[in-house]
């Protein structure tokens, strides 16, 4: 079983900047996708910033410029600049792991940004 944990949300104000990170652990041989996903009220679950190994990394459009992801071997982190009132959401950890070839979700942490 594989375990995603992430920290780091919380309430900032406009312009603000705030660090999630996302660690994963038990039995794991190889994470291939690793990344973050966000869910607003009344909206569907979209891709925010994902690094897939040996590919390179992707990141939705309205975030390109302000949110940078990165990965330290089973841990990964999104650093969240000049945030706006639109990037309130619940945010989620996501991870293809292997053996097996799960994917894996985190339980959400919420990010709030105020106008």
């Known amino acids: 079983q594989v375990q995603l944990v992430e920290s780091g949300g919380g309430l900032v104000q406009a312009g603000g900047s705030l660090r999630l990170t996302c660690a994963a652990s038990?039995?794991?041989?190889?994470?291939?996708?690793m990344g973050w996903y966000r869910q607003a009220p009344g909206k569907q679950r979209e891709l925010v910033a994902t690094i897939t190994s040996g590919v390179g990394i992707q990141y939705v459009d309205s975030v390109k410029g302000r949110f940078t992801v990165s990965r330290d071997k089973n841990t990964v982190y999104l650093q969240m600049n000049s945030l706006k009132p639109e990037d309130t959401a619940v945010y989620y950890c996501n991870a293809k792991v292997w053996p097996g070839g799960n994917t894996y979700w985190g339980q959400g942490t919420q990010v709030t940004v105020s106008s």
């Open positions: 038990g039995r794991i041989i190889a994470i291939q996708d």
